[in-house]
């Protein structure tokens, strides 16, 4: 079982940048994948990026050349660097660990606006 605490989310206007953060309860070495889902209002959830347990990331398209999903392993942390954003960015976004099962970060909001 792992704990997921998330952080980093905010207001910001288009162009700006955000970084989220998603510190689990264990190492971070034991989890097959990580990573983030956004769900914008009425919207379907959507997978944004993931990091897998051997280093490898992959990103959706429409986030390609803005956002950056990083690890540190010796915090135990997970990280999506957003550059350039845009209002479609706006959503609430979730930290998922796959360990077995599925586990859910609560979910910290992100709103970009002028």
């Known amino acids: 079982q792992v704990q997921l605490v998330e952080s980093g989310g905010g207001l910001v206007q288009p162009g700006g940048s955000l970084r989220l953060s998603c510190a689990a309860s264990?190492?971070?070495?034991?989890?097959?994948?990580m990573g983030w889902y956004r769900q914008a209002p009425g919207k379907q959830r959507e997978l944004v990026a993931t990091i897998w347990s051997g280093g490898a990331t992959n990103l959706v398209d429409s986030v390609k050349g803005r956002f950056t999903i990083s690890r540190d392993n010796a915090k135990n942390t997970v990280y999506l660097e957003m550059n350039s954003l845009k209002p479609e960015d706006t959503a609430d976004y979730y930290c998922?660990?796959?360990?077995?099962?599925?586990?859910w970060g609560q979910g910290t909001q992100v709103t970009v606006s002028s």
């Open positions: 264990l190492s971070i070495l034991n989890i097959n994948a």
């Open positions: 998922y660990a796959a360990l077995g099962r599925v586990y």
